[in-house]
């Protein structure tokens, strides 16, 4: 997606360890009508797979997807990394390791809202070494659902995440892939 | 806004202690489109206000303020309970007491995404005590903002929040104002 592509030539820092910050219009402060357009994009592409639900993982997540659910006309959850008291006691739960935290960080969702025979499409902002969306297929997986695709806004391809979903045989969408990032020079695939 | 209070008296769930669960729509499940409705609405009042900012708190304040940034043209910055590494050291920090969580904890905005003049509208899921809402206020201020409006989804005028944010002199909005909860029975407001 030209669009985002840009954006993230003129705007993203390339941070080292293979972190890059898009801070300034996807991570914390978002612009809305960019992401409204990432939404409808990916909506566009899985228009046909017949997901019932789209899953996300909070915190970074909830936009892209609420934008994707919003034009597939479907609702979102958004696995939470803290229990609120307001989710029920048995729940589904699994441990993923976060990439820019350092540490594991727990990915709940609470039975009620993910149940056996959905169709589930997963959505987040970055596809890089898959970790969190292997998390999130695990929480599908635990409640008997199905994952019918993954997609992402910005895939790091030499994080190898692609690979690792490969055995899910579901369409992989990312709206700007990039191929590598050294200094402040950022390649996207072709 | 009456789609609003109808899901609120459909699915919304008091747990006691002035705790409403509204995780089926809002707050775990996010139902899309009443999401996008929502903001249509809060765009609609806040309309005249001059805002250029929208600004929330993670977690669950970032749908509503999305959809309302979104109908307004404008961006929305979600201050952070937690600071990211792609977060400058010098940010805009407050602490405030959370009801849910039982705690404090923090509010943290980067300078880069919350300048002087701007002038921001406050969104959020939930208008109860103003807590969260006034640390806020404070982060706007500290970064030499002024705020010119406070929205809410569900306010709940029997934990005085509206009182606690009138020396402010904005609009304050909510779509659904909640009087009383008590057993299974939740009051509106006129």
């Not at 993982?57 to 979102?76: D, K, M, N, Y």
């Not at 990394?81 to 594991?104: A, E, F």
């Amino acid at each position: 997606m030209e669009e985002l592509k840009r954006r993230i030539l003129k705007e993203g820092k390339n941070l080292g360890n293979g972190i890059l910050k898009v801070d300034s219009f996807i991570n914390h402060q978002v612009d809305a009508r960019l992401m409204d357009e990432c939404g409808k994009e990916l909506a566009r592409r899985f228009r046909g797979v017949g997901a019932t639900k789209v899953l996300t993982a909070e915190i970074s997540g909830i936009a892209p997807a609420l934008t994707t659910a919003f034009h597939l006309g479907i609702p979102v959850v958004y696995a939470r990394k803290h229990k609120p008291i307001t989710m029920p006691d048995q729940v589904y739960l699994t441990l993923t390791p976060s990439h820019t935290k350092g540490r594991t960080v727990e990915l709940i969702v609470s039975p009620e809202y993910l149940a056996g025979g959905e169709r589930v499409l997963i959505i987040d902002d970055f596809l890089a070494t898959g970790a969190t969306i292997l998390g999130l297929i695990r929480l599908a997986e635990a409640a008997g659902a199905t994952v019918v695709g993954v997609g992402a806004l910005i895939e790091k391809t030499f994080e190898g995440g692609r690979q690792a979903l490969a055995h899910l045989n579901v369409p992989i969408e990312s709206l700007a892939r990039i191929r590598s990032m050294e200094g402040d020079t950022i390649v996207f695939e072709e």
